[in-house]
């Protein structure tokens, strides 16, 4: 296949499905544990006896659902118990620290195919798993210290991409 004046395989299909399924990750890790998580939390019960007097007192609305706006750290958060402050915080963690390297993983996912289709879908396969643990262990009650093994698994599969990607732009300017 010829796409802007570069041969790319019909692999490259597979790089393209991986990348898709890492953006889909991201948010579905948002929707699955911070959802979950938010969604227990920041009831209605919870937020109508915490804050429904003072937000129509100084705002004038109707209090908006599950916390929003408070990420982790605000006022509606000063109302959890330390455990549910602890299990919101390591679901929120989990997720920024997926979107802090989203856009760096797909792109990189997306050069390193150019001229790997295959490698550079398995790291992006790897990549995936590596933040599925990630996120399953820092959602846990254990908290950080469980994230380990995904952050090693993700890290190194990001690393060896960045390399595979930089081995594809080699590729590219030969003209291979």
């Known amino acids: ?10 692999k490259y299909g597979l790089v393209v499905l991986t990348a898709t399924a890492i953006g889909a ?3 579905f890790t948002g929707y699955g544990a ?3 998580v938010r969604n227990k939390v920041f009831s209605k019960k919870f937020m109508e006896e915490n ?28 109302k959890l118990s330390y455990k549910e402050w602890f299990e919101f915080n390591n679901a929120q963690r989990a997720h920024y620290n997926f979107v802090e390297q989203v856009g760096i993983v797909i792109p990189v996912t997306l050069v390193a195919g150019i001229g790997f289709p295959l490698i ?14 990630y996120t399953l262990g820092y959602s846990s009650k254990e908290g950080p210290k469980k994230r380990e093994t995904g952050a090693m698994i993700s890290g190194i599969s990001l690393m060896a991409q960045l390399g595979v990607a930089a081995l594809s732009g080699i590729k590219i300017l030969r003209g291979r």
């Open 120 to 133: 550079a879908s398995g790291l992006g396969s790897s990549y995936a798993v590596g933040r599925l643990l």
């Open 25 to 27: 990750e991201c948010i």
């Open 51 to 78: 804050f429904k007097e003072i937000h129509t007192r100084e705002v004038g609305s109707e209090l908006p659902p599950l916390g929003y706006p408070d990420m982790g750290n605000g006022r509606y958060s000063d």
């Open 1 to 10: 296949m010829n796409f802007l004046g570069l041969k790319i395989a019909n």
């Open 34 to 36: 911070v959802g979950r």
